[in-house]
């Protein structure tokens, strides 16, 4: 048994709504037996992870996955399981899981939720090692894997800063992309966005960063200000040491004038040699060390953000109590088996050590680490509270004194933080640290929401709520419009309308489609953009003001989706294309795919959707958000219901588009005036343009727009390249277009007919990855629609060997009924549309299908007049074009 391939998918995808890790096992003969047939496996299962016995399975309740054991389910089953438990078991909680019957032989597919790929990928790994010693009757160290998986956990899980973020941005759907840098997320999209890296913002001033982080410097700015803060002086050497010393006078605190964390601080230094001792560990940091008077008083962290006390903390430095049994060392370890202890900052408590500051911290208390502590005595680690060095919080925001949170919120806008942790040592919180000698001890920048989230004692906050409260205040706009197009045929056109329409708004538009990834009209990448990565190029880009993404299934069944949730999604139809690829075999299993698209829409968004297409009420079912139908007929069964339920919809009456909301409707367009639609011939441009305006209308865009984007949609070759491009090459009208499949074909071809051509010639070909059956249909198409074809092959054969895509398409045609003599097998592009362009005669449509956009053109384009050719081409198609 052994792990094949993975895959690792990081937002939504067809298996979920959350990080998935997908996986290919292979399985020998030996694994191929059930479990019901292998004696003592369930008891041997469950004696290294018992937890499994409260896993349900599919039965629904506790316990069903041990029926299934009993009963018989296979390795690749139990795999599954186990993967997921482990990773509960290493403080990772996980449920969601999957298998299915590879469709290679003896491989299984496995799809197990997880927080992070390499957590993920772990615990696969150890889960099918678990798996085969306990099938082989082999010794396992469950422990030990555990405890390997924690320390991956650990490492690449988010801290709970971070998390706390995420999850709040997630209670008020707002989208959180990671930008590839380790901590750094993006929350909202394009213009939209906001950055945090933990609780650093982009708000959040570098001078302030800077300043906060020099605690001498910060110390005399809060004094300058009349905000109590200590008297220190910055030593370099103990000669000078000595001397702050004698200035402040004793007790004394030692720190690093650069340090964070707690690291090499002493305080409540009472002679000389304490403070030798500790200026030489503070210089293991920073050469230059900050002498400072000792604040007498308990610890507190007072949380800022914006302008407003959003938490307090106390804090307790790290301590362990002696039991007059064990050294200091034994009751070290005994506190770090506690499961909510952790290395750094992954788990609410940090792991207690002993290092030169614990160990001078315990010399002033009489102890060594072998010492042996009496009972119920108290034994500090260390002299500083800080959560990092191991210390504990308890909660005390409700007790905060009026002027001690002002003092913080002052304290943070003077040094230009909007996320501040202010430390502040006064007696009682509960009173004005003004009136009690208190002082504000240092001002942190990227303070750690750990204690507040995840207090020892107390009530936790919800800090991370109100860091995007913060960012993104309740009521203003989170996110720009994103708009996600998806289906067979027309998903390209109806994107670039789309941006057309917004563009002539004058918003900056991000556009993804198969020729490229685009902002306005400028395109930042070329070639078929449609995947996830794509998708992410818009959405960071801060210029951004609309987003209209072409979602394919290709895309979405390799990587998942490439943002959280749409504004709106549109699925113009479905149609047999490629079957065959991916796992996907039938039209259901691409409906299965592209119903992903229809689930991720905002609950206050709309899916649009083609009542005139057979998976439309399939397709509504899935849906969570407000329906919106397009049709080219207004008694159309589906749209008629749902406008009489209040519904709104997009149709065809009396030659012209009609949006209505229930009863309500608005005259948009006359059929006619849609340039795309080639006088109203063009029938699949047609029905690309309902879509496009039943996305634009429940996008608030205002009907006179869209008529005006629909009327000059295309007036320009730039608006749609590769679409239904007609021209005139000497008396021979030429049409060249993307089409790729047999609706693509017929739809083409009915067009170019209606045109009245004396004779109809194609130039057409179809990718090799698609089922022999697709590609001899996508003849028999042509076949039937063509008067003559010119059968070349795409320049990527995707694994077919030459000639034999060109053979499929050659079969279907005869099946079609069209002779021999009228099929030209012509392997390369140009050459083939060259040939056909020889034999037209006057009065002849040529329709050329492409894999190269820019070399079909260059045989098209006489080499003098290129532009001048290129406009009249335009003119033609703006106007209406005629074979004679």
């Known amino acids: 048994m052994k792990i094949l391939e993975s895959r690792f998918f990081e937002g939504r995808n067809i298996w979920s709504m959350h990080p998935v890790l997908q996986a290919r096992l292979y399985l020998g003969s030996r694994e191929q037996v059930p479990t019901s047939e292998m004696p003592g496996f369930t008891e041997a299962l469950t004696a290294l992870l018992p937890g499994l016995a409260q896993h349900s399975c599919s039965r629904g309740y506790p316990g069903g996955f041990l029926e299934r054991l009993g009963e018989g389910t296979y390795p690749g089953h139990v795999v599954e399981h186990v993967a997921l438990e482990l990773q509960s078991s290493a403080g990772f909680?996980?449920?969601?899981?999957?298998?299915?019957?590879?469709?290679?032989p003896d491989t299984w597919d496995l799809v197990i939720s997880c927080r992070t790929p390499e957590l993920g990928a772990a615990a696969l790994e150890t889960a099918v090692k678990l798996v085969t010693a306990v099938r082989e009757r082999q010794d396992f160290d469950t422990e030990a894997a555990i405890a390997r998986l924690e320390k991956v956990g650990d490492a690449t899980c988010l801290g709970p800063s971070t998390e706390s973020i995420l999850q709040a941005c997630r209670q008020r759907e707002i989208p959180a992309l990671p930008l590839g840098v380790a901590g750094l997320y993006q929350l909202g999209y394009g213009c939209r966005r906001k950055l945090i890296r933990a609780t650093l913002t982009s708000q959040t001033s570098v001078v302030a960063v800077d300043l906060c982080g020099d605690k001498m410097q910060t110390n005399q700015l809060l004094a300058a200000s009349s905000l109590p803060a200590p008297r220190g002086m910055v030593a370099a050497t103990l000669q000078e040491a000595e001397q702050a010393v004698r200035a402040l006078g004793y007790p004394v605190a030692v720190k690093p004038c650069h340090g964070n964390q707690g690291k090499a601080v002493s305080l409540n230094l009472t002679n000389f040699p304490q403070v030798a001792a500790a200026f030489r560990?503070?210089?293991?940091?920073?050469?230059?060390?900050?002498?400072?008077?000792?604040?007498?008083?308990?610890?507190?962290r007072l949380l800022v953000i914006g302008d407003r006390l959003a938490a307090a903390a106390e804090r307790f430095p790290a301590a362990v109590r002696g039991d007059g049994a064990h050294t200091v060392r034994e009751l070290v370890g005994l506190a770090n088996l506690d499961p909510r202890r952790g290395e750094g900052h992954a788990r609410p408590l940090t792991r207690l050590?002993?290092?030169?500051?614990?160990?001078?911290?315990?010399?002033?208390?009489?102890?060594?680490?072998?010492?042996?502590?009496?009972?119920?005595?108290?034994?500090?680690?260390?002299?500083?509270?800080n959560l990092s060095t191991g210390g504990e919080a308890g909660d005390v925001t409700a007790a905060a004194h009026p002027e001690n949170a002002a003092l913080a919120v002052q304290a943070a806008r003077l040094l230009g933080l909007d996320v501040a942790g202010i430390d502040l040592v006064t007696p009682d919180i509960a009173t004005s640290a003004r009136h009690t000698g208190g002082r504000i001890?240092?001002?942190?920048?990227?303070?750690?929401?750990r204690m507040h989230l995840q207090p020892s004692r107390g009530e936790p906050r919800e800090v991370g709520r109100a860091l995007v409260d913060y960012l993104f205040p309740p009521g203003c706009e989170a996110d720009i419009p994103v708009i996600s197009v998806t289906g067979t045929n027309g998903k390209t056109t109806t994107v670039r309308m789309l941006s057309h329409i917004f563009q002539q708004q004058g918003m900056t538009v991000g556009m993804t489609t198969t020729g490229g990834i685009y902002i306005n009209s400028r395109c930042l990448r070329k070639g078929d953009t449609t995947g996830p990565a794509s998708a992410r190029t818009i959405l960071r880009d801060p210029a951004v003001e609309v987003a209209v993404l072409e979602t394919a299934r290709g895309g979405i069944l390799r990587a998942g989706l490439g943002y959280d949730l749409a504004?709106?999604?549109?699925?113009?139809?479905?149609?047999?294309?490629?079957?065959?690829?991916?796992?996907?075999?039938?039209?259901?299993?691409?409906?299965?795919?592209?119903?992903l698209v229809v689930e991720a829409v905002k609950k206050d968004g709309h899916v649009v959707l083609n009542a005139d297409d057979c998976f439309a009420a399939r397709f509504a079912r899935r849906a969570r958000a407000n329906l919106v139908y397009f049709s080219m007929h207004g008694n159309n069964l589906l749209v008629k219901r749902h406008l009489s339920t209040g519904g709104s919809a997009v149709f065809v009456r009396d030659g012209a588009v009609f949006f209505c909301r229930g009863e309500e409707c608005s005259r948009i367009i006359g059929l006619k005036s849609i340039r795309a639609g080639m006088g109203g011939r063009a029938l699949h441009n047609l029905e690309n343009a309902l879509a496009a305006t039943a996305a634009a209308c429940v996008c608030g865009v205002h009907p006179a727009m869209i008529r005006h984007g629909l009327r000059t949609f295309g007036a320009e070759l730039a608006h749609n390249p590769g679409r239904l491009m007609v021209r005139r090459v000497g008396r021979v009208t030429v049409i060249v277009d993307y089409g790729h499949n047999a609706p693509a074909f017929r739809r083409i071809a009915e067009f170019?007919?209606?045109?009245?051509?004396?004779?109809?010639?194609?130039?057409?070909?179809?990718?090799?990855?698609r089922g022999d059956d697709q590609i001899e249909a996508a003849g028999e198409a042509l076949g039937a629609s063509f008067d003559e074809l010119f059968i070349k092959e795409d320049h990527d054969l995707r694994s077919r060997s030459p000639g034999e895509t060109a053979g499929l398409l050659h079969t279907g045609a005869r099946r079609a009924g069209l002779a021999t003599a009228r099929l030209h097998l012509i392997p390369g592009e140009a050459e083939a549309a060259r040939e056909a362009l020889r034999q037209a005669q006057p009065g002849d449509v040529v329709v050329i299908f492409y894999e190269d956009l820019d070399g079909v053109l260059a045989v098209l384009e006489p080499p003098d007049d290129g532009a001048a050719s290129r406009e009249a081409s335009v003119k033609q198609a703006a106007g209406g074009v005629s074979a004679g």
């Open 93 to 104: 909680p996980v449920s969601y899981g999957k298998t299915l019957g590879g469709t290679i």
């Open 752 to 769: 170019a007919r209606s045109l009245k051509p004396r004779r109809l010639l194609g130039v057409v070909g179809v990718p090799g990855d």
């Open 353 to 385: 050590s002993i290092d030169p500051a614990a160990i001078l911290a315990l010399a002033r208390q009489g102890y060594t680490p072998d010492s042996i502590p009496p009972g119920n005595q108290e034994v500090l680690l260390r002299d500083n509270a």
């Open 567 to 595: 504004g709106v999604a549109v699925v113009t139809n479905i149609a047999s294309d490629h079957l065959g690829q991916d796992g996907i075999e039938t039209l259901d299993d691409l409906f299965w795919v592209k119903s």
């Open 441 to 449: 001890i240092e001002v942190n920048a990227a303070p750690g929401f």
């Open 281 to 300: 560990i503070a210089q293991q940091y920073d050469r230059q060390v900050l002498m400072e008077e000792y604040v007498q008083g308990r610890h507190y």
